[in-house]
């Protein structure tokens, strides 16, 4: 179980843990685009159509784990 094992690895890893969990534990989601980009201030708004869903979610997640 991969989410048992980065739990586990946290004291050894912790900021790798921390985004091996929040990849992990990424729900599908049925957000509005416009919703989802107003939670991602580093996006431009010209931009929005030229992201691929794998894309959108990794500049997401990067502005999340800089703050760790």
């Given at each position: 179980d991969a989410l048992k094992w980065?739990?586990?690895q946290h004291s050894k890893y912790p900021r790798l843990?921390?985004?091996a969990l929040d990849y992990l534990t990424i729900p599908a989601?049925?957000?509005d685009v416009e919703r989802l980009f107003s939670?991602?201030?580093?996006?431009?708004?010209?931009l929005h159509n030229c992201l691929s869903t794998q894309s959108t979610c990794a500049l997401l997640?990067?502005?999340?784990?800089?703050?760790l």
């Open positions: 980065w739990h586990e843990s921390c985004m989601t049925s957000i939670k991602g201030h580093m996006v431009l708004p010209y997640c990067l502005g999340q784990w800089s703050k």
